[in-house]
């Protein structure tokens, strides 16, 4: 099982970032998908969550109407696109896999840097 994401980088206050988090190993569609960030000193903390057919989605208060995260089953990635970044939002982002049934399966990405700065 593998998630790996990509797309994080130094970008300016009111600037944009599209996250991707590409998977392997498992039935992608099975699963539901969420973006999790966490900041130096401070606790993990979800940002985003969708449904495995994409249909349903749920943001962390401070993201929404700002965030938006988005999959496309058949490339078996999961995005986060981000606008109007502030510096409160620079973070490790990590991608997370997850579903209930039979049991509980979860996995995590090694994350990617977003830093909001001039």
């Known amino acids: 099982v593998q998630l790996v994401e990509s797309g994080g980088a130094l970008v300016q206050p009111g600037g944009s970032l599209r996250l991707s988090c590409a998977a392997s190993?498992?039935?992608?569609?099975?699963?539901?998908m969420s973006w999790y960030r966490q900041a130096p000193g401070k606790e993990r903390e979800l940002v985003a969550a969708?449904?495995?057919?994409?249909?349903?989605?749920n943001y962390a208060e401070s993201m929404k109407g700002r965030f938006t995260i988005s999959r496309d089953n058949a490339k078996n990635t999961v995005y986060l696109q981000m606008n109007s970044l502030k510096p409160e939002d620079t973070a490790v982002y990590f991608c997370n896999a997850k579903r209930n049934w039979p049991k509980l399966y979860e996995y995590w990405g090694q994350g990617t840097q977003v830093t909001v700065s001039s």
């Open positions: 969708i449904t495995g057919a994409g249909i349903t989605t």
């Open positions: 190993g498992f039935t992608f569609s099975s699963y539901h």
